[in-house]
């Protein structure tokens, strides 16, 4: 049973940094891909970056190229996202998403997901 649980959401101003983790159970990551989603209020699951498995590298949405970053440490099973010069439109709640293959950045090719951590930034 996968388990996936994200953490280190919360309240910052704009231009400010946060961290995120998730922590999973159940698999091996190593093997599989992770990335992080959001959604706001009122819209769609949005994809946000992924980790490929195999070391394939990783990928971003544009809209947080340059300003975040996904990473790893297999040997704790947790992923991590770090996300710098927070903007408003960021506020969303966060998801950890895991697959055994990376086929691309819909929701839909995603079969496990963490319940969720909501970051808000403020002006």
């Known amino acids: 049973q996968v388990q996936l649980v994200e953490s280190g959401g919360g309240l910052v101003q704009a231009g400010a940094s946060l961290r995120l983790s998730c922590a999973a159970s159940?698999?091996?990551?190593?093997?599989?891909?992770m990335g992080w989603f959001r959604q706001a209020p009122g819209t769609g699951r949005e994809f946000v970056a992924a980790s490929i498995s195999g070391g394939a590298g990783t990928t971003y949405a544009d809209s947080v190229k340059g300003r975040f970053t996904i990473s790893r440490d297999n040997a704790k099973n947790t992923l991590y996202l770090q996300m710098n010069n927070l903007k408003l439109e960021d506020t969303a709640v966060y998801y950890c998403?895991?697959?055994?293959?990376?086929?691309?950045?819909?929701?839909?090719?995603?079969?496990?997901w963490g319940p969720g951590t909501q970051v808000t930034v403020s002006s």
């Open positions: 159940g698999r091996t990551l190593g093997t599989y891909t």
């Open positions: 998403v895991l697959e055994p293959s990376y086929r691309g950045p819909s929701p839909r090719y995603y079969t496990y």
